[in-house]
């Protein structure tokens, strides 16, 4: 018997998150934006991500870019003017590779 949300929506968006982890059939040009803690811009380059676009249903496209992974920082040093309490303590965080998805 069928479960709610089984059926071709769903089997098409498994198929395009596999796709993606595979390799995607297209790319998007964005550009890379690296901020300091005062939020002024360090570094700026342009970048090719990978993307699949996969049709869910007439006139309905999912596009799935692929995030590539990394590690950083999490949370705000004790010695930053107006820190939170709730901002720390600082740590690292590993994340891996993720797809991010929009409707269209």
């Not at 007439?58 to 870019?65: A, F, G, Q, Y």
């Given at each position: 018997?069928?479960?709610p949300?089984d ?8 198929e395009?998150?596999v796709?993606?982890q595979?390799m ?7 550009e890379v934006?690296?901020?300091d803690a005062e939020g002024?811009i360090i570094?700026?380059?342009?970048k090719?991500c ?18 590539p ?25 590993s994340v ?7 409707i269209?």
């Open positions: 018997s069928r479960r949300g059926g071709p929506t769903l089997h098409r968006y498994a395009a998150r796709q993606v595979r995607a059939d297209q790319h998007l040009s964005t934006i690296t901020l002024q570094e700026q380059y342009p090719q990978e993307y699949h676009r996969e049709n869910l249903a007439p006139e309905v496209d999912l596009d799935v870019m692929r995030i992974g990394g590690d950083f920082t999490m949370g705000a040093p004790e010695q930053e003017k107006d820190r939170e309490v709730d901002e720390g303590p600082q740590h690292r965080v891996p590779d993720f797809g991010w998805g929009a269209r």
